[in-house]
């Protein structure tokens, strides 16, 4: 297929090449010339064009990803000047794999099929490594045909691909996986906190954690990558705080009480204001430990 793909960052680039190391014929285009330099040799291959625009890549392409930070980025790409409505063909199936809100990707659908073109959203779950292990857990939103069409693509980027619902059901569903894991990364991060001040060796209470009910992913990898004191970035805390506010603005419009994911915002606002913005989540541990550390040595007495 001729795929257009947007969005070459650090989870758009490793997915785009899965696409071209599967044999379809990649149409991009990135503000940076510098986001074209990893497909330099799809491109002498042919399984590459570089384009002027987004809409330059809508008409050359049967379908297309947009992997961006945020709604607006989706919503430029998709209606600004020379945006890939100015370039698509009716039919065209549009799919936005970034994070966005789901009442932004239910307008951005809307706006889409009143132009004649099809919109799935599609967010992900599993980080860089995901991406470039392409083991990506995919939450899908979209007509079913639509879904279908698209399952073969998708399965090059993932182990997971669910159809959760109509377009923004996806979105609802990373909402609620980043409801789990920002409040789960603060949880692991506390309790080897806990650990370390108490005067006990935290990688030996992570591994009897990791025997009983308190098992989780997060703990098993995001604890080890704390311990290790390993904090570039697999998906960064700025990309997390974002999500949460995401959680958060969807919980006011419903009128719902979310505490848990509340506590996990502010933490996190907290470590993109300590400027740990560009570090792993995992930087939590950093946070807490920087607070406590004037405490150690005051006079308790």
Request: glycine share 12%; charged share 20%.
């Amino acid at each position: 297929m001729h795929i257009g793909f947007i969005g070459l960052g650090l989870m758009g680039r490793p997915m785009a090449l899965h696409f071209a190391r599967a044999g379809h014929v990649l149409h991009l285009w990135a503000r940076r010339q510098a986001s074209f330099d990893p497909f330099a040799t799809a491109r002498t291959a042919g399984q590459a064009q570089f384009h002027a625009s987004p809409a330059d890549v809508a008409r050359q392409a049967e379908v297309v990803f947009t992997m961006v930070a945020a709604g607006q980025d989706v919503e430029t790409i998709c209606f600004g000047e020379n945006g890939l409505v100015h370039g698509a063909a009716p039919g065209t199936l549009m799919v936005d794999m970034s994070t966005i809100g789901a009442q932004a990707a239910r307008s951005i659908g809307e706006r889409l099929a009143a132009r004649g073109l099809e919109f799935v959203d599609a967010p992900v779950s599993g980080g860089e490594a995901g991406a470039i292990d392409a083991t990506l857990s995919i939450m899908v939103g979209g007509r079913a045909e639509c879904v279908e069409k698209l399952r073969p693509l998708f399965t090059l980027l993932g182990r997971s691909v669910t159809h959760v619902g109509t377009c923004g059901a996806g979105q609802v569903a990373k909402s609620c996986n980043q409801i789990l894991a920002g409040v789960t990364v603060l949880a692991v991060a506390e309790a080897l906190h806990l650990a370390r001040q108490s005067g006990v060796d935290p990688a030996k209470v992570r591994e009897a954690l990791l025997g009983g009910f308190a098992y989780s992913k997060i703990l098993e990898h995001h604890g080890r990558r704390m311990l290790e004191g390993n904090f570039k970035p697999g998906f960064k805390t700025w990309m997390q705080q974002k999500d949460l506010r995401l959680v958060m603005e969807e919980a006011h419009r419903l009128g719902l009480m979310l505490p848990s994911a509340a506590t996990a915002t502010q933490m996190f606002n907290a470590l993109v204001g300590h400027g740990l913005g560009e570090e792993d989540t995992v930087a939590m541990l950093k946070l807490l430990e920087a607070v406590a550390a004037p405490e150690r040595g005051k006079d308790t007495n």
